[in-house]
T-cell receptor, first 115, second 116 residues
Framework: EAEVAQSPRYKITEKSQAVAFWCDPISGHATLYWYRQILGQGPELLVQFQDESVVDDSQLPKDRFSAERLKGVDSTLKIQPAELGDSAMYLC?????????????FGPGTRLTVT | AQKVTQAQTEISVVEKEDVTLDCVYETRDTTYYLFWYKQPPSGELVFLIRRNSFDEQNEISGRYSWNFQKSTSSFNFTITASQVVDSAVYFCALSEAGTSGSRLTFGEGTQLTVNP
């Protein structure tokens, strides 16, 4: 069964350092999402890609976060510099195409701890 | 703005009990989709069901059933004869068709613990 892959699964970094997360969506899925899930809360969308284009990044803190999907396949989310409040689970999801109808398939997530 | 409320933070039941997880949503769109996801301790969100705003038929899938009522803006989830493997955090989510993207707006989640 096809799955969304993410790495690393766990990351510990010191504040002010740079950190990056990688996501490989299900093959053929054109739409890719990055969500942030703070402990005890529901996930919140950070950025949505359709192929290589950003569709929605209204909740992305652009002063320190960046995301790219250069060839429209895998994606990288970067934080520079990391802050204590960035400690969270970062979830990647993909769907076959854009549109509210289509279910999103989630990866296992990257748990980030900033010390 | 869209919003999802799951008022039950934690529920604890004994195996074989029935349990209902509540979900109330807010949206200005007439076309929208409602979802339930399960998040086991491993962390991965697992898709359970999707409902569109024009289909108020209740749905049953094995021990799972969903009750969608537009009049009360609710989309409740019932597990019949609960099992220990049902222990997880359950999220209700909403996606509006009218927005440029297709973001899911999640509730805060309900932690379900099924004790043997």
């Amino acid at each position: 069964e096809a799955e969304v892959a993410q790495s690393p699964r766990y990351k510990i970094t010191e504040k002010s350092q740079a950190v990056a997360f990688w996501c490989d969506p299900i093959s053929g899925h054109a739409t890719l999402y990055w969500y942030r899930q703070i402990l005890g809360q529901g996930p919140e969308l950070l950025v949505q890609f359709q192929d290589e284009s950003v569709v929605d990044d209204s909740q992305l803190p652009k002063d320190r976060f960046s995301a790219e999907r250069l060839k429209g396949v895998d994606s990288t989310l970067k934080i520079q510099p990391a802050e204590l409040g960035d400690s969270a689970m970062y979830l990647c999801a993909s769907s076959s195409t854009s549109g509210s109808f289509y279910e999103q398939y989630f990866g296992p997530g990257t748990r980030l701890t900033v010390t | 703005a869209q919003k999802v409320t799951q008022a039950q933070t934690e529920i604890s039941v004994v195996e074989k009990e029935d349990v209902t997880l509540d979900c109330v949503y807010e949206t200005r769109d007439t076309t929208y989709y409602l979802f339930w996801y399960k998040q086991p301790p491993s962390g991965e969100l697992v898709f359970l069901i999707r409902r569109n705003s024009f289909d108020e038929q209740n749905e049953i899938s094995g021990r799972y059933s969903w009750n969608f009522q537009k009049s009360t803006s609710s989309f409740n989830f019932t597990i019949t004869a609960s099992q220990v493997v049902d222990s997880a955090v359950y999220f209700c989510a909403l996606s509006e068709a009218g927005t440029s993207g297709s973001r899911l707006t999640f509730g805060e989640g309900t932690q379900l613990t099924v004790n043997p």
